[in-house]
């Protein structure tokens, strides 16, 4: 039988293979419905068939893999992440968790063992939102709460997520197939916490006690260009300085606002040459507290702080909201389970709350939900940098077989 530390071997060499499926040379950028991302589904959907699963793809390209129960009727757990990435990113965010819920999978085939229910291992499409600044796009079109509207989103080179979503050899019309609640047992992610905490506190393993919720908002300044070298000051209508306002007025407000955060992560200039002043900027902002109404409040004072930084330059702002969730809570009788099982498996428990989204969020909408994250060094992460252990990769596949077992009420030694 392979041993913990072999799966946890495997599972490295696993996201080395995935890191290496990149968009871009020299860095890891994997975006929904690339070719790197085709490549990572096949990769993925040949371990999931080496671990006696049968493989599928939905209507938008989110890989499932299926290993069937013991008997008929029964019902279903849906365990994975997701295999999209950010820009420059590192390659555990997403595919880690995906790979040890596979790497479950594998000690139970490697046994012929089947359990009272079937376990689904999900490798979502996108949860990154990079091509299309829409979050868990995989997951609301699995679980049927993607707004329509996104189909009609377009990316950098003006292609709309609906043909995108064809390209990738999905269905933007097919009707979501939500899997029924009643139907689940639930859903639990594993994923590295991104945050400094288990590293902090030397704990390879923590239990998450609920996802903050997110907005996320495209906005456009639209000035005036015009001749870098021969219009006065005084005549200007400059879209990057009216950016640049609200970027600061953002850091300003976050900074002042408890358990806020918010973040201008992406922005760019047109026509974007040295001699011309800016005529339009686009930039994304990104807003997050563990508090709705809080968030909420934050989005409409920042909207008003750009349509106040507007009228003063005498520019016009578009504010449009991208995508928002709201934040959700881990299921207690999940929990339970989860935490009894990092127990058994001889490890303290800590619980702590997610800073970043993640598909469990979606994924609430229609059944229960919890996560366990994985130690990731100093807490770097969207980086290269991004690092975990195999000590502790083994370590979170023994919490989630134990946490597998408790379900299936077996609750023996491994
Ligand atoms: O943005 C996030 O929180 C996640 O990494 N998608
Ligand atoms: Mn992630
Ligand atoms: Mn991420």
């Not at 871009?24 to 419905?33: A, F, H, I, M, V």
């Not at 499409?125 to 377009?154: I, W």
Request: glycine share 10%; with cysteine.
């Amino acid at each position: 039988m392979m041993s913990y530390g072999d799966l946890a071997r495997a599972v490295m060499e696993r996201c080395d293979l995935l890191g290496g499926l990149s968009e871009e040379s020299g860095c890891l950028t994997r975006r929904y419905g690339t070719e790197p991302m085709r490549h990572a589904n096949e990769a993925v959907a040949g371990w999931m068939r080496a671990a006696g699963m049968h493989a599928r793809r939905d209507h938008v390209g989110n890989l499932i893999g299926r290993y069937e129960a013991d008997g008929a009727d029964a019902k279903t757990l849906l365990l994975g992440s997701h295999l999209d990435t950010v820009r420059d990113a590192g390659k555990y965010d997403g595919p880690l968790g995906v790979m040890i819920a596979l790497a479950c999978v594998e000690r139970l085939h490697e046994h012929g063992e089947r359990l009272p229910f079937a376990i689904e291992v999900i490798a979502f499409a996108d949860e990154e939102g990079l091509r299309f600044h829409t979050a868990y796009l995989g997951s609301t079109a699995l679980v049927g709460t993607l707004d329509p509207a996104a189909l009609r989103l377009t990316d950098a080179d003006g292609i709309t997520l609906a043909e995108a979503i064809r390209a990738f050899d999905g269905d933007p019309d097919a009707p979501a197939e939500p899997p029924l609640g009643e139907s689940l047992l639930g859903y639990c992610e594993t994923h590295i916490e991104q945050g400094p905490v288990l590293d902090a506190q030397g704990l390879p393993v923590g239990v998450v006690s609920g996802i903050q919720g997110q907005t996320r908002v495209a906005l456009t300044f639209a000035g005036s260009a015009g001749h870098a070298g021969t219009t006065p000051m005084a005549l200007r209508r400059d879209a990057l300085c009216a950016a640049a306002d609200l970027v600061l007025a953002v850091e300003r407000y976050a900074q002042g606002a408890e358990g806020l955060v918010a973040t201008v992560g992406q922005l760019s200039v047109y026509p974007g040459a040295s001699n011309v002043i800016p005529g339009q900027v686009t930039l994304s902002l990104d807003v997050r507290h563990p508090d709705d109404l809080a968030r909420e409040e934050a989005v409409r004072s920042l909207r008003a702080e750009a349509e106040g930084i507007a009228t003063r330059r005498g520019v016009v702002v578009e504010w449009a909201i991208a995508s928002q969730t709201r934040s959700i809570a881990c299921s207690p009788r999940l929990i339970a389970p989860l935490t009894r099982a990092i127990t058994e498996a001889g490890h303290p428990v800590l619980r702590l709350a997610s800073g970043a989204g993640h598909d469990a969020a979606p994924m609430a909408a229609v059944t229960d939900v919890a996560m366990l994250f994985v130690r990731c060094a100093g807490g770097v992460s969207h980086h290269p940098a991004e690092s975990v252990t195999a000590d502790d990769v083994a370590v979170a596949i023994e919490v989630i077989e134990r946490f597998v077992r408790l379900l299936a009420g077996e609750g023996h030694e491994l």
